[in-house]
């Protein structure tokens, strides 16, 4: 006879993020908390159960509940220069620096943030054939994207929306 799953602390939410904080490195505070909630009640809808089998699952360390529940708890919003204050503060830090740069951009869903850097740098003045020309900007994620490769959502241009106005004048 197998013993019982752990009964749930007293936030088995808090449990849930903490899991996936630890796994992958997503952080879900503070505001965020209420994309999590909201992820989580959609998760579940789309397994069929209640939330709290959910929650389990995913304290569980279910690849298929972790998932579903990353991508449909994370923002799903992405744009050209969209975080200007935290760019502006990038191309400060790192303009004068000697050398060359590596700088991640963690959760840029198609590129723009990871460009959006390059961007700023060149426009800081880092040298020309220095970081931006050696290196393509790369996106990484949690989560591969639901759609098969090829297919019209994968393409590689920009979306009018990730060029909307609003891109801060230099």
């Given at each position: 006879m197998s013993a019982a799953p752990p009964a749930p602390g007293p936030d088995p939410v808090g449990e849930a993020a903490a899991?996936?904080?630890?796994?992958?490195?997503?952080?879900?505070?503070g505001p965020l908390r209420i994309a999590f909630e909201a992820g989580l009640a959609d998760a579940a809808l789309e397994r069929g159960e209640s939330i709290e089998a959910t929650i389990a699952a995913v304290c569980a360390g279910d690849p298929g509940a972790c998932d579903l529940l990353v991508e449909l708890a994370v923002v799903h919003e992405t744009c050209f220069y969209r975080h200007p204050d935290q760019l502006e503060l990038v191309a400060q830090l790192a303009a004068p620096a000697p050398g060359g740069l590596r700088l991640w951009s963690a959760g840029c869903a198609t590129g723009e943030e990871a460009y959006s850097?390059?961007?700023?740098?060149a426009e800081a003045g880092r040298p020309p054939g220095g970081d931006c020309?050696?290196?393509?900007p790369r996106a990484?994620?949690?989560s591969p994207p639901r759609s098969p490769p090829g297919s019209p959502s994968r393409a590689t241009t920009c979306s009018p929306w990730s060029r909307r106005p609003g891109r801060p004048s230099t």
């Open positions: 899991r996936l904080r630890d796994e992958l490195g997503l952080s879900f505070d850097v390059a961007m700023a740098l020309a050696r290196r393509t990484t994620g949690p």
